[in-house]
């Protein structure tokens, strides 16, 4: 198998097909719906709350909720009540069961249920999503995170709608460090190498530190990617805002480092500083014009056409063209 990660891959360009980027569409589809921008910031509490949900929902963007200290069942009747889609987190234990036992009290049911657990394939997730299936039918489950295609065939077999891939390739992870599990360091093919199995859509989590990383993912087979520090330094984001040396910063940290947990145990996430870089609005938008441009240099007019481009790998002086898969 050929291993590799996003800073050793280069898309190769196809002729223009349009006389200005802007004709390029980025959006996609998930779960029903289309989307802005193939991109969702990381459901960390660093990174989204519940103003910033609101503020993606209603302006084209997919989001999903962290489950830390939130009341599921408030955040879906809120969103609902403004007469947009609900997207939460869940875990695999006894509060989560009671939380979606206590939505279908209220008849809420939410349009996206993301199970996010730090080794999803397992029977607990085969669990969850059969009790949601057999509950709330109409929901679009998201199951995760996995790094082997035989965890995506399991979790698809299960009934999951989606699937999120990525096993420590976060930028406060340290899972690698303490597990020596994971597709940190090669998360691209780690990709590539699910997405060859997959028959339904595939969520890249972690490991976006250029915006062509977006590309690269949905080159080899994403179909949407979730990023956490790109997203955490905001002026919005949720993270407390720290100075050092005059300089601003936000705190972003991993949801299984101490600082999420409360307590020091199974820790496999850390705290970083994001020097503060503007507005997420101004962000989100050059990410959709990056993305139009990579559209463009695919050849196509549309986020798909990007996946049907040849590629180099860049391994020192041997590098390698790759014809399409
Ligand atoms: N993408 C990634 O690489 C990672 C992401 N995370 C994120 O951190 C957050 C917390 O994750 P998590 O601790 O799973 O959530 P929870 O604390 O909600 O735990 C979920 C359940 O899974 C069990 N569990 C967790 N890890 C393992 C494992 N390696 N083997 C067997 N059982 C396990 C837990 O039991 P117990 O705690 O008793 O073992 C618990 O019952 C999530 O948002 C997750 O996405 C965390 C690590 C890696
Ligand atoms: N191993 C861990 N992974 C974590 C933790 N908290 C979040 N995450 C994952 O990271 C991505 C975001 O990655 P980034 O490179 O864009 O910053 C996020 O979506 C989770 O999957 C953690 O504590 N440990």
């Known amino acids: 198998m050929e291993i590799f990660d996003y800073d050793n891959i280069l898309l190769l360009p196809r002729?223009?097909?349009?006389?200005?980027?802007?004709?390029?569409?980025?959006?996609?589809?998930?779960?029903?719906?289309?989307?802005?921008?193939?991109?969702?910031?990381?459901?960390?509490?660093?990174?989204?709350?519940?103003t910033i949900c609101i503020w993606l929902a209603q302006?084209?963007?997919?989001?999903?909720?962290?489950?830390?200290?939130?009341?599921?069942?408030?955040?879906?009747?809120?969103?609902?009540?403004?007469?947009?889609y609900a997207s939460i987190s869940l875990g695999v234990k006894k509060p989560d069961y009671d939380t979606v036992d206590q939505l279908l009290a209220k008849g809420l049911i939410p349009e996206y249920i993301t199970i996010d657990i730090a080794h999803g394939h397992a029977d607990s997730v085969k669990n969850m999503i059969e009790y949601l299936k057999a509950k709330m039918p109409a929901s679009f489950i998201i199951a995760g995170n996995v790094g082997t295609p035989e965890a995506v065939i399991d979790l698809e077999n299960w009934g999951a709608d989606a699937t999120k891939v990525g096993i420590g390739p976060g930028k406060v992870c340290i899972t690698k460090l303490k597990t020596g599990f994971g597709t940190g360091g090669w998360q691209l093919s780690a990709l590539k190498w699910c997405a060859r199995v997959a028959t339904k859509p595939i969520i890249a989590d972690g490991g976006i530190r250029d915006h062509g990383d977006i590309a690269k993912s949905v080159r080899f087979g994403a179909s949407m990617v979730m990023i956490g520090s790109l997203f955490a330094g905001h002026e919005e984001s949720p993270g407390q805002t720290v100075e050092v040396d005059g300089r601003l910063y936000?705190?972003?940290?991993?949801?299984?480092?101490?600082?999420?947990?409360?307590?020091?145990?199974?820790?496999?996430?850390?705290?970083?500083?994001?020097?503060?870089?503007?507005?997420?609005?101004?962000?989100?938008?050059?990410?959709?014009?990056?993305?139009?441009?990579?559209i463009s240099y695919s050849g196509g007019k549309k986020l798909m056409d990007i996946r049907k481009v040849n590629?180099?790998?860049?391994?020192?002086t041997n590098a390698a063209e790759h014809l399409l898969m």
């Open 15 to 50: 002729k223009c097909r349009v006389e200005s980027r802007s004709e390029c569409d980025a959006g996609v589809e998930l779960g029903g719906r289309t989307f802005r921008l193939p991109v969702v910031p990381a459901n960390m509490k660093t990174v989204v709350d519940e």
């Open 311 to 316: 590629y180099v790998t860049l391994g020192g």
């Open 250 to 294: 936000k705190e972003y940290y991993g949801s299984a480092s101490d600082f999420n947990k409360g307590e020091y145990k199974h820790v496999e996430g850390k705290r970083i500083l994001e020097p503060i870089k503007g507005k997420l609005a101004d962000t989100l938008i050059e990410m959709e014009q990056d993305v139009q441009s990579s």
């Open 59 to 84: 302006n084209g963007y997919f989001y999903v909720m962290h489950r830390f200290d939130l009341d599921n069942v408030q955040f879906t009747a809120d969103m609902h009540a403004k007469g947009l």
